[in-house]
């Protein structure tokens, strides 16, 4: 099975700042990789998909980039309401794989 | 809209089971895939199942294997999770999604939780 690393677990950065998040797969998963958010007590929301497709309704700061077996999330311009935690999700291969999340602070 | 409502949650005894169900409408449902993903409390997310558009193709992780079954019925646009020999490190909340583009989950329901404890 696909292991996901994803870094960092948790981070605080200031309203307006910049943010990057990084998560490596154990082989090459090509571009089968997307990213969710998750706000306490919801379901997870898509934000990006085929690593650097922007989910319809997302916000144009979310952006992501990547191949191989590195893959990054970057916010840009950070808002309060993106204070959530993040995952990566890799569907190159069952069964798929999600990195283990990274709490952000805004 | 898409709306996915699940449902057959509770709390059970280890060994025990249990049938989840994933009610599905706003979308035709018969013309996409369905996956079940569970979250542990105060855990990440975990990828648990996923049924092809017919029922034709099913895959698991390896946790649930032999012990979970993915199914669907497309006459009454209804996802199942038959999850059969229960440990208590199978609690979590459940949730199912709607197969999105690439196959990765896109909408997802509100979940519904299974507690096992004796």
């Known amino acids: 099975a696909i292991q996901m690393t994803q870094s960092p677990s948790s981070l605080s950065t200031p309203v307006g700042d910049r943010v990057t998040i990084t998560c490596r797969a154990s082989q090459g998963i090509r571009n089968d990789l997307g990213w969710y958010q998750q706000k306490p007590g919801k379901a997870p929301k898509l934000l990006i998909y085929?690593?650097?497709s922007l989910q319809s309704g997302v916000p144009s700061r979310f952006s992501g980039s990547g191949s191989g077996t590195d893959f990054t999330l970057t916010i840009s311009s950070l808002q309060p309401e993106d204070s959530a935690t993040y995952y990566c999700l890799q569907d190159y291969s069952y069964p798929y794989s999600f990195g283990q999340g990274t709490k952000l602070e805004v | 809209q898409v709306q996915l409502v699940e449902s057959g949650g509770g709390v059970v005894q280890p060994g025990r089971s249990l049938r989840l169900s994933c009610e599905a409408s706003?979308?035709?449902?018969?013309?996409?895939?369905m996956h079940w993903v569970r979250q542990a409390p105060g855990k990440g997310l975990e990828w648990v199942a996923f049924?092809?558009?017919?029922?034709?193709?099913?895959y698991y992780v390896d946790s649930v294997k032999g012990r979970f079954t993915i199914s669907r019925d497309n006459s009454r646009n209804t996802l199942f999770l038959q999850l059969n020999s229960l440990r208590t490190e199978d609690t979590a909340v459940y949730y199912c999604?709607?197969?999105?583009?690439?196959?990765?989950?896109?909408?997802w329901g509100q979940g519904t939780l299974v507690a096992v404890s004796s």
């Open positions: 706003g979308f035709s449902f018969r013309t996409y895939g």
């Open positions: 085929a690593v650097s």
């Open positions: 999604a709607k197969e999105g583009n690439d196959v990765l989950p896109d909408y």
């Open positions: 049924i092809v558009y017919d029922g034709s193709d099913k």
